[in-house]
């Protein structure tokens, strides 16, 4: 709809789509099928070559074989080195930084752009970041700080040219902003139960997992985050693997989870730190001290629950407030929640995955605009 002059109103036209390149087309559904399938580049090409036989997304000018070589050519897959002979293909490094971009914008990308690094508190102090305001000098102000264009002319309006002086009154200094930072641990589940009942929970989980972690490399490079999975265990992941994460045939070790966390968590040196938990199940196995595991899937083990109650404490007496993403609705397990979340005095919401994104962003910036102490 355009707007010709204010005599002639409005002239309506047929919406056309922006002009998309055959590859632009392909690739923008690719990236969901390599995302499905973990990484697996030859389920999500067989996965691309049934849909276009349903919905004829390529022409005899482009086949999904060019596609196949235009990739190649771009970088986006290369070929393997295993010396298996197999001719297989990898996705490279370029395409797992634009499933991370692809997961940023489809979760984040209502969000305002701003400057790197911008989280904003309500202090004001000594940093390296300009707040662009002026205040005046002050005993203990670093003397770099003093601007001396404006400290000049201060004095030039308060002395005159004539017989020009400059006192510590004339003396202005340009304000600093106090920038906090964070330190995040994402805790994902990939216990069986996140691909069972029919829901695929742990696709949308590693998409937030890649959003929040492009979202931080690209306006937040100051703070941290690290990613671990638990399911018997606890082990953390690079970011760059988060397109291969999968389920596996796992309990759900939630103590194990959180201890490996808080020993990350340790070893920063922001005064922030946090952890934002996504599960979708009860607590159902634990560590003994002769390497064993117990385990018990039916029901709310008091035994398991009270390890879970002990560590979700500790990390309150070091400050660390865990944030839980309960991906199901079931009362029954929110039982346990809420006393978890109770003995850590942190955050819990019972969402499902449509908005699971954008809760977890709102969580991460409130959190980084005080000091958790």
């Known amino acids: 709809m355009s707007k010709t002059n204010r005599n002639k109103g409005f002239v309506f036209k047929q919406y056309e789509a922006p002009y998309e390149t055959p590859f632009d087309k392909l690739f923008e559904i690719f990236k969901e099928l390599i995302t499905h399938t973990s990484g ?39 070929e393997r080195v295993d010396g298996s002979g197999d001719g297989g293909v990898d996705i490279s490094s370029k395409l797992e930084k634009a499933l991370r971009q692809n997961a940023l914008e489809q979760i984040f990308g209502n969000m305002r752009k701003g400057t790197s690094g911008n989280h904003k508190t309500n202090y004001s102090g000594r940093s390296d970041e300009s707040s662009g305001d002026f205040r005046n000098y002050q005993y203990g102000d670093s003397l770099e700080k003093i601007s ?17 002086s400059l006192s510590e009154n004339d003396l202005v200094v340009e304000d600093t902003q106090f920038k906090s930072q964070m330190s995040t641990v994402l805790m994902i589940d990939i216990s069986h139960s996140m691909i069972l009942y029919g829901e695929d929970r742990i696709t949308p ?32 992941i690079e970011i760059k693997d988060l397109p291969y994460l999968q389920v596996g045939p796992f309990h759900t070790n939630t103590v194990a989870g959180v201890q490996l966390a808080l020993d990350i968590l340790r070893r920063k040196r922001h005064a922030n730190k946090q952890i934002f938990m996504i599960t979708d199940g009860k607590p159902s196995c634990l560590n003994m001290p002769d390497g064993s595991y117990y385990k018990n899937p039916m029901g709310l083990d008091p035994f398991i629950t009270s390890k879970c109650y002990s560590m979700a404490a500790q990390a309150r007496k070091l400050g660390i407030p865990i944030t ?31 908005n699971l994104g954008e809760m977890i962003f709102t969580d991460y910036e409130d959190n980084r605009r005080k000091r958790i102490r």
Not at 58 to 73: H, R, S, W
Not at 150 to 159: F, M
Not at 324 to 342: G, H, K, N
């Open 324 to 354: 839980t993403f309960m991906i199901t609705s079931d009362p029954y397990l929110q039982e346990f929640v809420d006393e978890f979340t109770a003995s850590n005095r942190g955050k819990a919401y019972y969402t499902g995955l449509g």
């Open 148 to 164: 001396v264009t404006e400290s000049l002319k201060n004095a030039q309006v308060n002395h005159g040219i004539g017989d020009f």
């Open 40 to 78: 697996d580049f030859d389920e999500a090409i067989d996965w691309l070559r049934q849909l276009d036989k349903e919905f004829k997304l390529t022409t005899p000018e482009y086949t999904i074989d060019d596609f196949i070589e235009d990739l190649k050519n771009k970088g986006y897959i290369v």
């Open 205 to 236: 989980a590693k998409k937030v997992a890649m959003a929040l972690s492009e979202l931080i490399l690209t306006r937040y490079p100051k703070d941290s985050l690290d990613v671990i999975v638990f399911g018997n265990d606890a082990w953390p």
